[in-house]
């Protein structure tokens, strides 16, 4: 199991930019395949915002943040850059990790450890 912790949510003006980051440690051998950063916002599901593979580094983005949002990872640290905020970005933010082989392909389905979030507020 792996455990996982968020920080770097506040406030920001609509166009803005947050940086966020998280911290991970536990079973990461056997454990992290991919890790990813979901948003959940105010009375809707949770969804994924974008994935990396821990190991070789490829990134896939959900579609409504392609162009503005960038991931990267680190030995121990997943970040999220969030650039040309907008009031929709508003939403608890989660990073996860998705066990899996060296090779093997992740989805956002695939996740199973979670952090407890991190508020992002975007204001107009």
């Known amino acids: 199991q792996v455990q996982l912790k968020e920080s770097g949510g506040g406030s920001v003006k609509a166009g803005g930019s947050l940086r966020l980051s998280c911290r991970f440690s536990?079973?990461?051998?056997?454990?992290?395949?991919?890790l990813g950063w979901f948003h959940q916002a105010s009375g809707k599901g949770r969804e994924g915002v974008a994935r990396?593979?821990?190991?070789?580094?490829a990134a896939t983005y959900a579609s409504f943040v392609q162009g503005r949002f960038t991931i990267s990872s680190g030995p121990d640290t997943v970040s999220l850059e969030m650039d040309l905020l907008k009031p929709e970005d508003s939403a608890i933010y989660y990073c996860?990790?998705?066990?899996?082989?060296?090779?093997?392909?992740?989805?956002?389905?695939?996740?199973?450890?979670w952090g407890r979030g991190t508020q992002v507020t975007v204001s107009s």
């Open positions: 536990g079973n990461t051998g056997n454990d992290v395949n991919c």
């Open positions: 996860a990790a998705a066990a899996g082989s060296l090779g093997s392909t992740c989805s956002f389905d695939d996740f199973g450890d």
């Open positions: 990396i593979y821990w190991r070789g580094g």
